[in-house]
T-cell receptor
Framework: DAKTTQPTSMDCAEGRAANLPCNHS???????VYWYRQIHSQGPQYIIH???NNETNEMASLIITEDRKSSTLILPHATLRDTAVYYC????????????FGKGTKLSVKP | GAVVSQHPSRVICKSGTSVKIECRSL??????MFWYRQFPKQSLMLMAT?????????EQGVEKDKFLINHASLTLSTLTVTSAHPEDSSFYIC??????????FGPGTRLTVL
């Protein structure tokens, strides 16, 4: 079973920041927080990951609380193409581990 | 990032026939590939882990004789759905790990069994 909890759905206005929360209160010390998204009828796309420090890349920012029990994915300027299901996943890494997907958050970006 | 391709992207077949889906890592070698299945409005569920040169490991409830996996090279894994039935209609997605901690997914294959 997935070890994360996310809201089922969220709306965001185009051009505004989208803040997607994720709770992972049982995270263990060697688990990373990964975010993927899945646009309809496509394979999941990697967004970002982090262990305990905040991370930023060209797609998004990841804010992890100090106790690591929750995190927030931030899309700074959402566009209509960001409409997708966003998955927050705990992953210990390595060459043998698979990803366990929960239900994710359906983000709808509206004009 | 690394690129994983799948072929075909969409396939329609008759009940009782077999269908082969290919998963390729285009710019890296993949010792391990994962096969997922996704039914409409549901999340991805892992079916099996494919290891190059050895037998695949199947998740509980997945029939290994129905879903044949072959990982004969470091860039190709195949999933064959044997004697397909309408309940096997689904979105099949493969993935592989490139580098240390990044897993990349193929675009998926939509299987429809009539």
């Amino acid at each position: 079973d997935a070890k994360t909890t996310q809201p089922t759905s969220m709306d965001c206005a185009e051009g505004r920041a989208a803040n997607l929360p994720c709770n992972h209160s049982t995270i263990s010390g060697n688990e990373y927080v990964y975010w993927y998204r899945q646009i309809h009828s496509q394979g999941p796309q990697y967004i970002i990951h982090g262990l305990k420090n905040n991370e930023t890349n060209e797609m998004a920012s990841l804010i992890i609380t100090e106790d690591r029990k929750s995190s927030t994915l931030i899309l700074p300027h959402a566009t209509l193409r960001d409409t997708a299901v966003y998955y927050c996943i705990l992953y210990h890494g390595g060459s043998q581990g698979n990803l366990i997907f929960g239900k994710g958050t359906k983000l709808s970006v509206k004009p | 990032g690394a690129v994983v391709s799948q072929h075909p992207s969409r396939v329609i077949c008759k009940s009782g026939t077999s269908v082969k889906i290919e998963c390729r890592s285009l710019d890296f070698q993949a010792t391990t590939m994962f096969w997922y299945r996704q039914f409409p409005k549901q999340s991805l569920m892992l079916m099996a882990t494919s290891n190059e040169g050895s037998k695949a490991t199947y998740e509980q409830g997945v029939e290994k004789d129905k879903f044949l996996i072959n990982h004969a090279s470091l860039t190709l894994s195949t999933l064959t759905v044997t004697s397909a039935h309408p309940e096997d209609s689904s979105f099949y997605i493969c993935s592989s790990i490139a580098g240390i901690n990044e897993q990349f997914f193929g675009p998926g294959t939509r299987l429809t069994v009539l």
